[in-house]
């Protein structure tokens, strides 16, 4: 069995100032870890992964995560907020045959000028 | 450039109304998978299949029922709508495992 929880479903920072979205995930298996987003009426977008090599990944747009299996945490964090970030933000989790992919209920992070 | 096709954008049946989805993918990806999106609740996993004619359970299979005949295409099947299967279907493919998702544009089904 996996799951997945995000700590927060909606976070606001101003713009400039650090984001950090909280994941944290359970898997009787070594997970696959991965972020997407959500943009307003557009299609999911894949932010970065991580699949058992460097435990800090660096994605698209600034965004990094890194995995600590000691805490079971996969946090998101970018170090300035730019008004474009502003959308829904998904942690996922693959655990069994790499094929069953749980989704975490999303956080919705607002930027604020 | 790669693409997942939803047939539909926005459908509204009756209770009771056997409702099919589609969803065809022109990458020739293994994986194809159904979810649901409802506010606060992420994404839910109805089924996935691995390969033609193979299917598998996910969280939330109830009520659904999938086809897969020919790789590029995956169906989800409402055998008989109810009003809490309103919700945003999203269909979703990838080459294998543990690659990334390609996701369609979702269908926005109601039911009354």
């Known amino acids: 069995a996996q799951s997945v929880t995000q700590l927060d479903s909606h976070v606001s920072v101003s713009e400039g100032t650090p984001v950090l979205l909280r994941c944290n995930y359970s898997?009787?298996?070594?997970?696959?870890l991965f972020w997407y987003v959500q943009h307003p009426n557009k299609g999911l977008q894949l932010l970065l992964k991580?699949?058992?090599?460097?435990?800090l990944v660096k994605g698209i747009n600034g965004f990094e995560a890194e995995f600590k299996k000691s805490e079971t945490s996969f946090h998101l964090t970018k170090p300035s907020a730019h008004m474009s970030d502003a959308a829904e933000y998904f942690c996922?989790?693959?655990?069994?045959?790499?094929?069953?992919?749980?989704f975490g209920g999303g956080t919705r992070l607002m930027v604020k000028p | 450039d790669v693409k997942v096709t939803q047939s539909s954008r926005y459908l509204v049946k009756r209770t009771g109304e056997k409702v099919f989805l589609e969803c065809v993918q022109d990458?020739?990806?293994?994986?194809m998978f159904w979810y649901r999106q409802d506010p606060g609740l992420g994404l839910r996993l109805i089924y996935f299949?691995?390969?033609?004619?193979?299917?598998e359970k996910g969280d939330i299979p109830e009520g659904y029922s999938v086809s897969r005949e020919k790789k590029e295409r995956f169906s989800l099947i409402l055998e008989s709508a109810s009003t809490n299967q309103t919700s945003m279907y999203l269909c979703?493919?990838?080459?294998?495992?543990?690659?990334?998702?390609?996701f369609g544009s979702g269908t926005q089904l109601s039911v009354l």
């Open positions: 991580y699949t058992s090599a460097a435990t």
């Open positions: 996922v989790v693959s655990g069994w045959a790499g094929n069953m992919l749980t």
């Open positions: 979703a493919s990838r080459p294998g495992q543990n690659e990334k998702l390609f």
């Open positions: 898997s009787s298996y070594s997970p696959s």
């Open positions: 299949s691995y390969d033609v004619k193979m299917k």
């Open positions: 990458m020739d990806h293994e994986n």
